[in-house]
């Protein structure tokens, strides 16, 4: 199923992300994914020269692979998003809230329960490999069967770079993997993060004295056909081939002392189509339809002049100044949306109404209530004009200006201080949902 009640699995990796869905795994690059990932503890980060929340462009990267992986649609019903396995609560809260923008249902699990592992292993050890970190965790299985992360090491000066440049120093993530194995050795080792650079894969498969797998970010996202909602036809998308690449060491390079296993690559049966789509990902973002639904709940359309915006039938609109939309959620009197259409000379676009926009917060001088502007950004799938009103030290309002038609749009996201992720949705979904006539 794909659409709003599409159930997928989302991996941030260097430079793209990679969607599973029923319709298979997809990687969709996106350069966007490097920067959120490296300021993930910060609450902004610079775009373009410009200074945009981190949690907004991880939204946007987000939304971006929704509509490329699942034919146009931005918000599923449920997205389980792996992070990297030691980051803690507050580095994944800003993931989820970036993904509860297009998902109805958002789970965070951490990399090491991402990886297939056969239930006959009760002991485990998978090595997440970044650019410039190598992380090691030890999973093992409850009384249940169910897995638990029982050590985690982050090996934060070792990442895929410095192995392509200094391969010696893939003995320090075999040591890693001995060390929190303990006196009993983990019954396999997985390998994540590490499919793409075959040298690297070979490299860090020899430094480890146990039975290892490499596993492909397409399996780690595919989509088991046990969860409601994911059957696809053909071969099950979480079905995997096992497939030997080599059961002796490399020429010139001796086997370690203790080689219990052989070296495996897991495959996805999906490859194929993982293929076939992941070189024409990124062209096959699609601006949103208007009036696409972002959440799960009927939606409804109110008018001012030639402007239109569709919001959710629990929104209200109230009295305003004419010429404006001020629209309100029932039993929330402190969010709004206000709408405000102006007419522009025929011809004018978003560089020329940023440059007069720009122009005018200048004039207000140092005590401006503006900030944060940003001369064209995407959100909502759209490209718009954005910038912050503080009016009071209680209330903030994000701003959003369209260009379409020669009419000047600009949204306004009312929302009290420190609390933008509860505003964040509804606010996508009016910007999503404009449309000029």
Avoid: K
């Amino acid at each position: 199923m794909t659409g709003p009640g599409a159930v997928v699995r989302v991996h941030l990796t260097d430079g793209a992300v990679w969607v599973g869905s029923a319709r298979g795994a997809v990687r969709v690059p996106d350069d966007s994914v490097q920067g959120v990932v490296e300021c993930i503890d910060d609450d902004y980060m610079s775009v373009g020269g410009h200074t945009v929340a981190t949690v907004d462009v991880a939204a946007a990267a987000i939304r971006r692979a929704f509509e490329a992986a699942l034919g146009g649609t931005g918000f599923v019903a449920t997205a389980t998003v792996f992070h990297p396995s030691h980051w803690g609560a507050t580095r994944c809260a800003v993931l989820e809230s970036a993904t509860r923008r297009s998902a109805h249902e958002v789970q965070m699990l951490p990399l090491a329960f991402s990886a297939p592992c056969p239930d006959a292993v009760r002991r485990w050890s998978v090595v997440e490999c970044g650019p410039l970190s190598t992380t090691v965790v030890l999973v093992e299985r409850d009384e249940r069967g169910e897995p638990r992360i029982v050590a985690c090491e982050l090996l934060s000066d070792i990442g895929i770079l410095d192995l392509l440049e200094d391969s010696d120093r893939v003995r320090a993530i075999g040591h890693a993997v001995r060390a929190i194995g303990g006196d009993r050795a983990p019954d396999v080792v997985l390998v994540i993060g590490a499919d793409e650079q075959a040298a690297v894969a070979e490299t860090v498969c020899t430094g480890i004295e146990s039975e290892v797998s490499v596993v492909s970010d397409a399996v780690l996202v595919s989509v088991p056909v046990t969860e409601p909602g994911s059957v696809a036809p053909g071969p099950a998308p979480d079905a995997v081939v096992w497939q030997q690449v080599a059961s002796t060491p490399s020429p010139g390079r001796p086997r370690p002392h203790g080689w219990r296993g052989r070296r495996i690559i897991i495959v996805a049966a999906a490859v194929a189509l993982v293929l076939g789509l992941g070189a024409g990902a990124a062209a096959l973002w699609q601006a949103r339809e208007p009036g696409a639904s972002a959440s799960a709940e009927s939606l409804q359309r109110f008018e001012v002049g030639r402007v239109s915006v569709a919001v959710p039938d629990s929104w209200r609109a109230r009295a305003g100044r004419p010429g404006r939309l001020d629209l309100v959620p029932d039993g929330e009197a402190d969010r709004r949306v206000i709408v405000m259409p102006t007419e522009l000379a025929a011809g004018s676009d978003l560089v020329a109404v940023a440059h007069s926009l720009e122009q005018r917060m200048a004039e207000r001088g140092p005590d401006s209530p503006f900030s944060q502007f940003v001369s064209e950004i995407e959100f909502a799938g759209r490209p718009v004009i954005s910038y912050l009103e503080s009016p009071d030290e209680r209330t903030g309002v994000r701003w959003y200006v369209l260009v379409e038609n020669d009419a000047q749009v600009s949204v306004g996201c009312r929302f009290l201080d420190g609390d933008w992720d509860a505003a964040a949705g509804a606010c996508e979904q009016a910007v999503g949902g404009v449309t000029v006539g």
